[in-house]
Structure formats: C-alpha cells, structure tokens
C-alpha cells in the first residue's frame, strides 16, 4: 500500500514514517509539509492512502482534502490532529476522511487504523471485481449447494457478530439473498425499496433490521473495549460499520460520553454480502 504523510511537524513525519516502516504496514512514497507542496506531488504520485495534518499554514488540511477529493475520489484519507472539538472532527468525517488519528501520536492506534484502512482497500478492490464478475452474464445453471453455502457464509457472519438469534436476522438473511441473487448493490436502492421485495409493512422490517444491527455494533464495541486487536473487532468494525461510530459506542460503553454509534444500514448490508462471499 502506498501511504503520503503530509503535516508541517518534521517530527511527526519521522514518527509516522517510522510506524508504518517498522510495522510493515506500507511504503511512505512522499511526503510534504505544507498543503500547496502536497497538492501537487499527490496529483502525480496518486497514493492509495493520503494521512494528512488537520492545522496547516497557507492551507489547512480541510481545504487540502477538499481539492485532492475531487480528482482523486479514490485515495482514502486519514486525518491527523490535536484538534478536540466535536463539530471539527465531525466536519472532517463530512468532508470524507475514513479515521481521525488523535496527537500525541500513539503508535499502536496508528497501527490500528491503518490496517483498518487497508482492509477497506483490499474490500473496494474485492468488491469491484465481484461486480465485474456479476456483470458478466451468469450461468442459469447454478447449483443448489452453491445458493446453501451463500446462505450458509451469511448465517456465519451473523453468527460471528453474535446476532444470529436476534429477531431481524432472517431479514438480513433475505436482503441478502436478494441483492446476490439479483446482482445488485444498495448504492442501487433505499433499504426502505429492498425491505418492499418482502413486505407490505417495510418500515417495520427496516426497523428489525437497524435493532439487529445495533446489536451488533454493541457486540462490536464489547470486543474491542476488551480486546482492540481482536480479529472480529477488526475484521467487521469498518467492514459492516463505520469505525469511528464504533469508537462513539465505545466511548458510551465505558461511561465517556452519553452519545451512542450510529449505524448506516447500507453499508451493514453490503458488507454482510461481502463477508458472506469469502467467509
């Protein structure tokens, strides 16, 4: 993986480069320590993960972000701060970042989050060929125990986030199902349309769903309070969930704030079609 470091502290460039070097975790191809340098050496190199400073001069990591999302939607960025402020961070979130990463720099969080961002690299990737291979016309002979071991890989999933017992499970199973079946993704629909396949009442299924899944994101947020490392917990907290509503859950968990993580259903159900594919 390809990593670009960008923050105006020459220090915090050796620490990070130094991380990712001495973990493995990817090759630090370039860095910069302002945001007009940065503009320009990203637009040529084109990195797959850009970790870039929230306080720069001339211009500031937002501002920076803003203008490389636009010719490359494709990198995933991780933000870089001392900053505190709530509605700060949550601007960064807004503006496309895929973790924040708190100074002083620690490095084992530093491990954790770009492994995280790798696993959604490795995802995108696996995901745009398993569309491409759906789109090609598929054989109308399939085999029944192709469809059970489908059915089977979802049913383990759930097993694994420890929902598989909770009331909204077979409707996962079914949205599933159906979006494998049907070739089809949920950047293609709501969850309200994919919930009217099978009911006259979807509002009702939506809402068994979102329980479950909260369920699921609080199972999450056990297993990574106990264990931050633990393969399930990295494996699913980004994979079905995105990680830093995980870390809000957490957060409540532990009696740190009185908000709780939010789910976005959407990517909980493209994920579980995921997973159930390479389980």
Do not use: W
Request: neutral net charge; hydrophobic residues 40%.
């Amino acid at each position: 993986m390809k990593i670009f470091i960008v923050d105006d502290n020459v220090n915090v460039v050796k620490i990070l480069e130094k991380i990712i070097n001495d973990k493995e975790l990817g090759e630090v191809i370039g860095k910069a320590y302002n945001g007009n340098d940065a503009l320009k050496e990203i637009d040529l190199i084109k990195p797959d993960v850009v970790l870039l400073d929230f306080l720069m001069p001339n211009k500031d990591g937002i501002s920076l972000l803003k203008e490389i999302k636009k010719k490359h939607p494709e990198i995933l960025y991780i933000m870089i701060s001392q900053v505190s402020s709530k509605e700060m961070i949550s601007k960064a979130y807004q503006n496309g970042i895929e973790f924040f990463i708190s100074k002083p720099i620690d490095a084992i969080e530093v491990q954790s989050v770009i492994k995280n961002v790798i696993e959604k690299l490795e995802m995108n990737k696996k995901l745009e060929t398993i569309q491409s291979l759906f789109a090609l016309k598929q054989n109308a002979s399939e085999s029944e125990d192709i469809k059970e071991d489908r059915n089977t890989g979802i049913k383990r999933v759930m097993q694994r986030m420890g929902i598989l017992s909770e009331s909204g499970s077979q409707d996962i199973l079914n949205a599933a199902k159906y979006l494998i079946d049907n070739n089809k993704t949920m950047s293609e629909m709501t969850v309200i349309e994919l919930c009217n396949n099978f009911t006259d009442n979807p509002k009702i299924m939506e809402q068994r769903i979102r329980r479950t899944a909260t369920v699921g994101m609080v199972n999450l947020a056990n297993i990574g309070i106990e264990d931050y490392m633990n393969e399930i917990f990295t494996e699913y907290s980004n994979g079905l969930f995105n990680f830093e509503q995980v870390k809000i859950e957490m957060d409540f968990i532990r009696g740190k704030s009185k908000k709780r993580g939010k789910v976005n259903l959407k990517k909980f159900i493209d994920g579980i079609v995921y997973y159930s594919r390479i389980e």
